[in-house]
């Protein structure tokens, strides 16, 4: 019978540490794409995207150049309203690219709560993801490598 009840127990246990780490990330659904807001890694990103679980190689042997100005994004998609009530958060973004700096995925990343709405998420990530990069390598055998390109951008909303 003790056996029985440690097997609850440890069943009980096991089911309610489930239904804890679910609480922790919600999804929100805008223009038939579904994001995953993670309050626990603090991040969002889209279901179901390119996303990799593979490790992220971060500036290994290459540099992402702007072609044109990244921060122009949030200007073209957010109001000056709304960039003036951001004021002094910063925007992290992480970026995936191919060897030609399209634009795979990306993930919004926050130092403490969501500030974005999912409509704010859902622009963003489309004007992102027409965004292209040049890819700059440090040597031939890194350009050989035809892997996707892992790196971060951060935006600043200037303080008023």
Do not use: W
Request: with cysteine.
């Amino acid at each position: 019978m003790k056996t029985l009840q440690y097997i609850i127990l440890i069943f009980s246990a096991l089911l309610l540490s489930t239904f804890g780490i679910n609480a922790q990330t919600v999804t929100q659904t805008c223009n038939n794409k579904t994001y995953v807001f993670d309050s626990v890694n603090k991040k969002v990103y889209r279901l179901n995207s390119a996303r990799s679980n593979l490790p992220k190689l971060t500036s290994e042997h290459f540099h992402a150049q702007q072609i044109t100005p990244f921060n122009d994004i949030y200007k073209q998609v957010l109001s000056t309203e709304r960039i003036s009530e951001l004021s002094g958060k910063i925007s992290i973004v992480s970026i995936c690219c191919n060897p030609y700096g399209v634009v795979q995925s990306v993930e919004f990343l926050f130092m403490d709560e969501v500030f974005f709405t999912v409509n704010e998420i859902e622009q963003l990530e489309s004007a992102i993801l027409n965004y292209k990069f040049n890819i700059v390598f440090d040597s031939e055998a890194a350009e050989k490598g035809n892997r996707n390109y892992y790196f971060a951008m951060a935006y600043r909303f200037p303080s008023k």
